[in-house]
Each structure stands twice: as structure tokens, then as C-alpha cells.
């Protein structure tokens, strides 16, 4: 029987609540250790949790916290430099997507690694482990002749409220590598990448906001013999379901193409609808919690890299697509020769 992950986390807010009780709901993990830098939010968190320590100060955190793992769920501009901290200081890391603001960052993390091949660096794109995610994928090998795909992504984060207000919230700071693309884009761009592999080019057409980052847009993504339009956003919302294309018959998928509750196969010429997958878990970090939990328990590195090399695809075409729409964030301007210290 396996010994029960001591988890830490950086970040208390809703998504961490829901990571927590996706975690403890496996009964692989037991919440241990939680970091934040008010004391009063700390102890708050400590109390609802049972868990056993808090701290404020990141250094001691990592230093003296009686954890395994730690789940960083902190501004996107954070992720980098925490991972790091967590590897050096003997610790896996289950990392809130985007993981990392660019290709730069994710190659540093991989020479760390390299370094420190005990490790795990997971990237918390909870959907990818979801089984309809995987339904999908077969589904797509069955079509005949695939010709493309509309894939979507588009909600109101009443966070634009304060930019309509003003102000900068983390979200939407270039400072804290946030935006539309850098957000929920990243969910439709790993349904891409995971369904049909790298493109060969990209082009982005985004709505910028007031603070310099894109609250919506459309990105087109140039395979050799189709295209995937992607559409996504956090300064509106839509409602269109995402398709997939065969020569004769379509996958559509419901309500959009990262909360994938339902997916059914339409044929052309005909009024059949065949529905495929299963329901979708209450709380859609379920899937994700078991297989990292996994993941750690059987040391399987092999899957870990897999994944962390997924992650790096994504991150090549989250970074292409910023660069076509002019999109730039501060951590871009580090040198190409920044290396693992």
C-alpha cells in the first residue's frame, strides 16, 4: 500500500480549494503545509484544512515545510521561480497552467530536472486528464479524411470588471504574464496540440485591453491539410460548442472544448447522433489529482516526461501566438542564456 502524499500549497484562492478537495477525495494525498503571505489567510486555511503548519516566508516554506508536493497555484510570472525553488529544495511540483510564461523558462525547468531526475514537474491542465479527452482523441483517428476543427473557449472573468474600473488585476498584467491566450487559451491549445500535433504555423487576432494584454481573439492554427481555429477569451463570453471535422461526419462537443461534459458524433445525411464518452466528474481536478498522485507513487518518470514534453509543445505555440499578435511579457526580455543555477 502506498504511503499518502504530503501536499503543500502556494495559493489560496477557489482553484486551490478545488485542487485540495480533488486531492483529498483520492485519499492519495493528506494537506500538510500552506504558504501564503498574510498570516491571517494562512491560519484561516490552516484551520479549515486541519493541516498542520503554515508559513509566510517562501524561503522557510520550502526549507522547513514537511510536504512531498507542492501545488502552485500563484500568478502565472510566479510559476517559474517557485518551481525552481521546489526542485532545488528536494520537492515534486504540480504547477497551475501556464506553467511557464515561455520556451525559455520551460527549457530551464528541463535542465533542472535533468539535474534532479528524482523530480516531477507537472502541469496542472486538469482536462487533458479527463477520459472524454481521451475519447476524443480516438474518436479523431476514426474519421474519415479529418478536415479541420473550431475549437472554443470564451468566458467573463468578473476580474475585467476592475480594468473596466481602472485598474490592473493580476490576470490581465502583462507584469504577471496574464491574458486571454495565457489563460484559458491554454486549454484549447493543449486540445490542438494533444489531438493533432504541432502546427506548422500560427497567426493570433487578438482584442487588446486597456492594460496591455488581449482579453479575446481568434488564433488559426496551419496544419498541412487542414486548419483548427481556436476562440477564446475573459473579457466575453461564448456559447458555441466546439466541432471537429471529418469528411462525412463531425464531433461536437459540449459547451465548449475544455469543460468536455458531453460529446457526441453527427454523420452527414443522416439524423444519427451517436454519443460518446462518459460524465464528467464534479469536480473536473479529479482526474488530475489521481494521475499526478500516480505518477509520484509508481516513480514513473516516462509518462512524467511525456507529459512535461506536451507541455513544452504548448508553450512553443503560446509563445508563437503572443509573438504574431505583439504580445510581450516582461519575462520574455531574459536572456536566451539564462541557465539552471
Do not use: C
Request: proline share 5%.
Amino acid at each position: 500500500m502506498s504511503v499518502m502524499l504530503k501536499l503543500g500549497i502556494i495559493g489560496t484562492n477557489w482553484i486551490t480549494a478545488q485542487f485540495i478537495d480533488a486531492a483529498l477525495a483520492t485519499k492519495e494525498y493528506e494537506l500538510t503545509t500552506i504558504y501564503s503571505r498574510h498570516a491571517d489567510k494562512a491560519q484561516a486555511w490552516q484551520d479549515k484544512y486541519q493541516a498542520a503548519e503554515y508559513f509566510t516566508d517562501l524561503t522557510e516554506f520550502f526549507k522547513n515545510g514537511q510536504f512531498d508536493v507542492v501545488y502552485i497555484a500563484s500568478p502565472n510570472s510566479l510559476h517559474f521561480e517557485q518551481t525552481k525553488q521546489a526542485i532545488l529544495a528536494g520537492k515534486n511540483v504540480i504547477v497551475e497552467k501556464p506553467a511557464f510564461a515561455n520556451p525559455t523558462q520551460q527549457h530551464v525547468i528541463q535542465q533542472l530536472l535533468d539535474q534532479n531526475p528524482d523530480r516531477f514537474v507537472l502541469e496542472a491542465a486538469r482536462h487533458v486528464y479527463e477520459p472524454n479527452f481521451t475519447h476524443i482523441k480516438t474518436a479523431i483517428a476514426q474519421l474519415d479524411d479529418l478536415q479541420g476543427a473550431t475549437l472554443t473557449y470564451m468566458k467573463y472573468s468578473s476580474r475585467y470588471d476592475q480594468v473596466l474600473a481602472g485598474e490592473t488585476p493580476n490576470i490581465f498584467n502583462p507584469v504577471f504574464a496574464g491574458g486571454a491566450a495565457q489563460d484559458l487559451g491554454v486549454y484549447v491549445v493543449y486540445d490542438a496540440v494533444a489531438w493533432f500535433g504541432s502546427p506548422d504555423r500560427v497567426a493570433y487576432f487578438a482584442t487588446p485591453t486597456p492594460t496591455g494584454v488581449d482579453g479575446h481573439g481568434t488564433a488559426i492554427l496551419t496544419y498541412q491539410d487542414f486548419d483548427v481555429t481556436l476562440i477564446f477569451g475573459k473579457n466575453t463570453t461564448s456559447f458555441l460548442p466546439s466541432e471537429i471535422y471529418g469528411l462525412h461526419d463531425t464531433l461536437v462537443i459540449k459547451p465548449n472544448a475544455a469543460d468536455i461534459a458531453q460529446v457526441e458524433k453527427h454523420q452527414f445525411g443522416s439524423d444519427m447522433v451517436t454519443p460518446l464518452g462518459e460524465p464528467a466528474a464534479a469536480n473536473p481536478m479529479r482526474h488530475e489529482a489521481q494521475v499526478f498522485a500516480d505518477i509520484i507513487q509508481q516513480n514513473d518518470h516516462a509518462y512524467a516526461q511525456q507529459q512535461f514534453d506536451l507541455s513544452a509543445e504548448v508553450n512553443s505555440v503560446l509563445y508563437q501566438l503572443r509573438r504574431s499578435a505583439g504580445l510581450h511579457f516582461p519575462a520574455d526580455s531574459v536572456s536566451e542564456d539564462t541557465h539552471a543555477e
